[in-house]
């Protein structure tokens, strides 16, 4: 009797074990097509409570949210590079994860093949480009200039070893490199205010900003890194080495930057100091 039950009760085993396996869930992945916009969209950080630091994000429509317009990450399809301005048709693979990380989506993208890339709007004609030689050149976006960023730090000092600081800087504190010394925007209008959703939007969101230097007077458009303008886009090497071996202690460069939106249009203008301790 005891030889019977065994071989059952092994049998009944497996049985149990493969139907469990069956019901495990599994992902799901599909081949669908997704349309991406040619202006980024606009989200957070989910550290970000505050909404200081606003990021540029894709705006993207598709088959499993059809009529709205949807943010992803700009690092949210694998294999996708974006260029701002371009309207993109993408055949990309979604995969449903069925179990999703805590703090991620459950839905991943892979790009499998780009079905078409257009400029939108078309070039402007010449006439219409934004022609920018003095500070009275640069068209304001309507309702600016106006205070939509703050600056979190606007003054940098050099000491008499050619190392760079912030101006408060205490002694013990790091110095700064070069490389990464940066401008740093942060959000200034509060989620409550009225003005928060007029101005948290893509015509209102630096993209650029037009530099107004204390040694020329032609005027450089330079590109903002997710709200932040490294000093290295605006002071040369030379200049450096000029200002730690050169100036004399208290000599200060104050420039000013028109921060632009990503037509070119003014928004505000903010300060920031270079000086020789």
């Known amino acids: 009797m005891n030889k019977l039950i065994i071989p059952f009760l092994f049998i009944a085993c497996l049985f149990f074990v493969t139907a469990c396996s069956d019901d495990e869930p599994k992902d799901k992945t599909k081949d669908i097509i997704m349309s991406v916009s040619d202006e980024p969209g606009v989200m957070y950080d989910i550290f970000d409570d505050e909404g200081k630091y606003p990021m540029i994000c894709l705006r993207v429509m598709d088959e499993d949210f059809p009529g709205e317009w949807r943010n992803l ?16 048709t993408l055949k990309v693979r979604r995969t449903i994860l069925a179990n999703p990380p805590a703090d991620a989506s459950s839905y991943t993208y892979r790009l499998i093949a780009v079905l078409e890339d257009r400029i ?42 050619g190392k760079m600081h912030y101006a408060d800087y205490k002694d013990g504190d790091p110095e700064l490199d070069m490389s990464v010394a940066a401008v740093q925007l942060e959000f200034a209008i509060d989620r409550s205010s009225p003005d928060f959703l007029e101005f948290n939007r893509i015509g209102k969101m630096a993209y650029y900003a037009y ?49 632009a939106n990503i037509h070119g249009y003014g928004l505000q203008k903010v300060k920031f100091s270079i000086s020789k301790e």
């Open 120 to 161: 939108w709007p078309e070039e402007p004609n010449e006439e219409e480009k934004i022609v920018v030689n003095t500070e009275e050149d640069i068209p304001y976006e309507e309702k600016c200039p106006y205070h939509i960023y703050d600056v979190y730090k606007d003054a940098f000092v050099i000491d008499g070893n």
């Open 73 to 88: 990450p700009m690092t949210a399809i694998e294999g996708f590079e974006y260029e701002i301005g371009h309207m993109y």
């Open 211 to 259: 530099v107004l230097s204390p040694l020329t007077e032609k005027i450089e458009k330079v590109w903002l890194t997710r709200g932040t303008l490294y000093l290295k886009d605006v002071i040369s090497q030379e200049l450096y080495d000029e200002i730690a071996m050169e100036y004399e202690s208290g000599q200060t460069l104050e420039y000013s930057l028109v921060l």
